[in-house]
């Protein structure tokens, strides 16, 4: 039996292959090895009560994860992993990988994550190749859950938000300048706590300052991310996460004016990446 994740900062999305039925899925929080520990990610595993039965039948684990770029950190989920399935084969690959298999399959272009965080590499068919973007929530990440729940909550404190609009955020989280701070500076997963607030945006998306800090985020990652590849023009660019699914038409409006070829948007890849892995031995270099 197979078990494949795609994990991102706020979610991970499991599938198990099961005989002679269709796969079993479930979620859980997610599991960035820059935000949580060895450990948490061994409890979380252990509290999954869908897996339980099948611990000992499970012969390999994909895992496809956002902080999963470094040895160190494939590494530290990849021994948490082991504590829960020890007999098992496991593979810790970064989450823009399993976007590539989700999307291109073995063709090749430019493939990005928009979701807690963003990201974009190259993808030949076989190699995804290095990448100097992904660089987080306090460096990078232009375009994503974070990076816009970053802009809202610093506009919000400043009281530069249009008046109508704070009424409505107000009312709608009932938050004070105490509680930002700590969920920012002090608490678990601050990306994930940044991110959070895209479902306000939804919620006011015709707002016009909702609207232009849309256009102006999606407009930062394309210039910022896309446009630092060469004749990225002549490649199709597929997209992956839930900012970019839920707010695809600003994304498809911005990428136009800039000559990018949108290829697939993808809400969540986890079925796509677990067909892919099924029915093809990984054998992938990074």
Known sequence: MILVADSGSSRSDWMLQLPDSKPLSFSTKGLNPFFVSEKEITNTMSDVQEIIPYINEIHEVYFFGAGC???DRRELVSNALSEIFPSSY????SDILGSAYATFGESKGLICNLGTGSDISFFDG???????HGNGYVLGDEGSGAWFGKQLITDYLYETMPRDLMRVFK???HITKDIIIKNVYQRDRPNAYLASFAKFM???RAHP???????NGFDEFVRTNVMTYPEFWEYEVHF???I?????????EVCSLHGVKIGTILKNPIEEIFHFVVNRELNVEI
């Open 69 to 71: 770029s470094t040895p």
């Open 202 to 204: 939804g919620d006011n």
């Open 240 to 242: 992956v996460g839930q």
């Open 244 to 252: 970019a699914y839920h707010f695809d038409l600003h994304l498809r």
């Open 171 to 173: 009312e709608a989280h």
């Open 90 to 93: 496991i593979s810790v690959e």
């Open 126 to 132: 076989e190699i995804l190749a290095p990448s100097v």
């Open 209 to 215: 300052y909702i609207d232009n800090l849309l256009r």
